[in-house]
DNA sequence: ATCCCGAGGG
DNA sequence: CCCTCTGGAT
């Protein structure tokens, strides 16, 4: 796909929702940064439905570290995956109180130093909290960079590299939430709604359902 | 490559 | 039933 495309596809992207954001909720990076630990595998519906009652009663690493791993599961047993996220969500407010002084840090490495926060957690504390051009590849954004061959690769590290290559900068700051939405709401994984797509005639996907 | 693993959709 | 959902650690 040649650069004149992708400039035609993030400007359609960008028409629908000029200020795009995550949908998870939150009031602080450090609650945005347990929604998206609980988020893996996961709906963000269902982590709203959870942290709906989690952070009223835990809003900081504090109190998240008095309810400790079993009352945290409580919170979050509706989640896939529930016993590792407790477990994991503990021990990073461990680590946010004693190296951090309870507040999320800033820099990558730092990030991907706390238990159950990698790359793509990373990405997207440092892009939707702080403001950083980087682009957290998920499940959505791998697909719909491999499906309409917008920025093709073998994995998610791969997708990455090749997304901020290609990204026209205009678009940079806010293509993670652009492309997830596309994602999660026209080019799903099962049935995607080619027939509602802005960027259909721009896209290297051949519509099974045309 | 495999395990962790609940809810919703088709 | 099977697949998917803003993955990470081993």
């Avoid at 000029?18 to 609980?38: G, K, M, N, S």
């Avoid at 407790?86 to 190296?99: F, Q």
């Avoid at 980087?134 to 994995?155: E, L, Q, S, W």
Wanted: net charge positive; proline share 6%.
């Amino acid at each position: 796909m040649n650069r004149a495309k992708r400039e035609r596809i993030m400007a359609r992207l960008a028409e629908r929702d000029p200020d795009p954001t995550t949908e998870l909720h939150y009031d602080t990076p450090f609650q945005l940064l347990i929604a998206v630990i609980l988020s893996a595998q996961s709906t963000d519906r269902g982590v709203n439905a959870a942290t709906a009652g989690l952070f009223p009663a835990a809003p900081d690493a504090e109190s998240m570290l008095a309810l400790g791993v079993e009352g945290v599961k409580e919170y979050i047993r509706t989640l896939g995956l529930f016993n590792n996220k407790a477990r994991n969500v503990i021990e990073t407010c461990h680590m946010l109180v004693e190296r951090h002084c309870g507040e999320v840090p800033r820099q990558r490495a730092a990030l991907e130093a706390l238990p159950g926060v990698g790359r793509k957690t990373a990405n997207v504390i440092l892009n939707t909290a702080f403001g950083e051009p980087t682009i957290a590849v998920d499940t959505h954004i791998f697909r719909v960079a491999n499906r309409t061959g917008f920025a093709p690769g073998k994995n998610v590290r791969a997708v990455e590299d090749h997304l901020v290559k290609v990204m026209p900068k205009a678009y940079l700051r806010h293509a993670h939430h652009w492309l997830i939405l596309h994602g999660r709401y026209v080019c799903t994984a099962r049935k995607p709604r080619c027939a509602e797509c802005r960027i259909h005639d721009l896209c290297e996907y051949p519509d099974k359902t045309a």
